[in-house]
């Protein structure tokens, strides 16, 4: 398989980010398409098809993946081939679905994101990210990722993932994971997009976060400030896209920063059900490329960019 697999030559103008998404019999489609379509649409110039943000990679244990729908993926390198080259990878898209057996087997993609995750702990130079579509965190969750972060799921498995994630804490005497039903959730996020807390958007604060706890479980309260900025609350004085991007692999003291993170600075993203995996993928054309990028994805797709959860860590 690897004979389709070709590298873009280093220091190309706008290098794409590498996205590796990673196939599984039973997982459903649109884990799969919707990050896709929306990594496929993202151009630093709308004008100029040649500057497309992202390329996309399939990773599998077979050529051919059938998915529970009965569609058809063809990978481009298998899993064994994938592990050599995790150095290389940007984002990992675990999409969910079929997962009972995996678990059960401890399989692939499990391995993958083991190591994808021990990649970055010992190199966190460069900046990486983790998103799992649907039942995918299911996966992140029993390989230990998601200890001490906040994670979402499917709201039909938000209890299976609370048992899941409880029984791992126990097993590695880990921190606890705080599972919360939202569009998609952000751990470690860019420490760079703004110089303060205050002005922040995409950072809630300890303090933030005991309120929104004290809210949730109070009915028909206010929102949550973190709510309040989803739903485009106070406005941030904080850099993100592409610029941002290069200068936090390549600044000194970001790599330092990141490397004193949870996780080496691994960006954990876990999404909802199914469509919501194309809002996580938006909020990652946002982040690494522009909000115009992934506002004029949005448009292109028809589709209504819903905006999740972004923390620090829960680590409270």
């Known amino acids: 398989m690897s004979a389709i697999y070709e590298e873009p ?12 998404i990673t196939l599984h019999e039973g997982m459903d489609a649109m884990d799969v398409v919707g990050p896709l379509e929306v990594f496929s649409w993202a151009q630093h110039d709308k004008q100029n098809p040649a500057t497309k943000a992202f390329r996309i990679l399939f990773a599998a244990e077979d050529e051919l993946t059938t998915t529970a729908q009965g569609a058809t993926f063809q990978a481009h390198m298998t899993f064994a081939e994938a592990m050599k080259r995790l150095q290389d990878i940007d984002v990992l898209v675990i999409p969910g679905g079929g997962t009972e057996a995996i678990l059960k087997a401890k399989g692939q993609p499990l391995p993958l994101i083991k190591q994808f995750a021990e990649v970055q702990k010992k190199n966190p130079a460069r900046e990486r ?12 969750a029993e390989g230990g990722i998601l200890a001490g972060l906040s994670a979402t799921t499917h709201p039909d498995y938000i209890t299976k993932l609370e048992i899941l994630c409880s029984n791992v804490a126990m097993r590695d005497m880990a921190d606890r994971c705080d599972v919360t039903e939202q569009r998609y959730v952000v751990n470690n996020l860019r420490f760079d997009l703004g110089e303060d807390e205050e002005s922040n958007p995409y ?12 809210r949730k ?8 400030p973190i709510e309040e900025r989803s739903n485009g609350g106070r406005p941030s004085g904080g850099r993100k896209g592409s610029m941002s991007w290069k200068a936090a692999n390549t600044r000194r003291e970001s790599v330092l920063k990141r490397s004193n993170l949870r996780l080496g600075g691994l960006r954990v993203i876990t999404t ?13 054309v946002g982040a690494l490329v522009s909000d115009d990028a992934a506002d004029e994805v949005a448009r292109v797709m028809c589709h209504k960019w819903v ?10």
Request: charged share 20%.
């Open 307 to 316: 905006k999740g959860m972004v923390v620090d860590g829960t680590d409270v």
């Open 203 to 214: 950072i809630m604060s300890r303090k933030e976060y005991k309120e929104h706890k004290r």
């Open 9 to 20: 030559g280093e220091g190309e103008p706008n290098e794409p980010v590498k996205v590796l």
């Open 272 to 284: 909802g059900g199914v469509t919501a995996g194309i809002d996580g993928a938006l909020y990652m």
């Open 217 to 224: 479980s109070s009915a028909g309260g206010p929102p949550s």
């Open 129 to 140: 990210t983790l998103m799992s579509v649907c039942t995918g965190s299911m996966f992140l």
